[in-house]
T-cell receptor, first 111, second 113 residues
Framework: SQQGEEDPQALSIQEGENATMNCSYK?????LQWYRQNSGRGLVHLIL?????REKHSGRLRVTLDTSKKSSSLLITASRAADTASYFC???????????FGIGTKLQVIP | DTEVTQTPKHLVMGMTNKKSLKCEQH?????MYWYKQKAKKPPELMFV???????INESVPSRFSPECPNSSLLNLHLHALQPEDSALYLC????????????FGPGTRLLVL
C-alpha cells in the first residue's frame, strides 16, 4: 500500500491565494520530504522535515508534521502561476535509502 | 554543479531492440537511483546503487539491467521490453547515508512499440 497519500488529489486556486496539501502515511518515519514535479519533468526537492520537528519554513513554503496523526501538510502562500505542478510527499519505508512517494496533489494556479 | 543529467530525453524502441539510458552527476554523490513513473502516478523505485554496488533491486524484471561503471555514471540497459514498460524513467542521486535529499534528472520518456 502507498506509504504516503496526498489530499486533495487535485487543487485549483487563483493566483495570490494560499494552497494547502496534506499527506498521510501509515508507518513510523525518520523524515518526510516534499517534492514538486512540473509536467513530464524530473522532481525538485522542496523541503525535508525530520520526525522530531513540527514545523519548517522555506520561503513561501511551510511544512508541518504531526507524527501522532501520521500526517504532514504543505502550505504554499501567495501562490503564483509558476507554482502549477504536481506535489509529492515522500517518506522512508524503513529501508536504507528507500524513499516511497505518495500519489501526489496536482495544483493548478490560475493567473 | 548541482545537476543530474539524463540521455536521451526521448526514446522509441521496438520490443526486440536493445537500448541504454544514461545518467550522470558530478556532485560527488555516492548513491544513485532509477525510478519508473507512469502517467499520473508517483515514481516507483527500481534500483539503488550505493558506492557503485547494487544495494536495492525492487523485484524488477530482468529485461531491465542496471550498471554503475563509476561513482558519477549510472546506466539502465533495456532489452526485450514490453509496451507496458513505456514510462518516464527518472534517475536521482543523493549524498549517501540514510534519508538524504535526492536530486533528480529530467527523465527519459520511453515508448515501447
Amino acid at each position: 500500500s502507498q506509504q504516503g497519500e496526498e489530499d486533495p488529489q487535485a487543487l485549483s486556486i487563483q493566483e495570490g491565494e494560499n494552497a494547502t496539501m496534506n499527506c498521510s502515511y501509515k508507518t513510523s518515519i525518520n523524515n518526510l520530504q516534499w517534492y514538486r514535479q512540473n509536467s513530464g519533468r524530473g522532481l525538485v526537492h522542496l523541503i525535508l522535515i525530520r520526525s522530531n520537528e513540527r514545523e519548517k519554513h522555506s520561503g513561501r513554503l511551510r511544512v508541518t508534521l504531526d507524527t501522532s496523526k501520521k500526517s504532514s501538510s504543505l502550505l504554499i502562500t501567495a501562490s503564483r502561476a509558476a507554482d502549477t505542478a504536481s506535489y509529492f510527499c515522500a517518506t522512508d519505508a524503513g529501508g536504507y535509502q528507500k524513499v516511497t512517494f505518495g500519489i501526489g496533489t496536482k495544483l493548478q494556479v490560475i493567473p | 554543479d548541482t545537476e543530474v543529467t539524463q540521455t536521451p530525453k526521448h526514446l522509441v524502441m521496438g520490443m526486440t531492440n536493445k537500448k541504454s539510458l544514461k545518467c550522470e552527476q558530478h556532485m560527488g554523490h555516492r548513491a544513485m537511483y532509477w525510478y519508473k513513473q507512469k502517467a499520473k502516478k508517483p515514481p516507483e523505485l527500481m534500483f539503488v546503487y550505493s558506492y557503485e554496488k547494487l544495494s536495492i533491486n525492487e523485484s524488477v524484471p530482468s529485461r531491465f539491467s542496471p550498471e554503475c561503471p563509476n561513482s558519477s555514471l549510472l546506466n539502465l540497459h533495456l532489452h526485450a521490453l514490453q509496451p507496458e514498460d513505456s514510462a518516464l524513467y527518472l534517475c536521482a542521486s543523493s549524498q549517501d547515508g540514510d534519508q538524504e535529499t535526492q536530486y533528480f534528472g529530467p527523465g527519459t520518456r520511453l515508448l515501447v512499440l
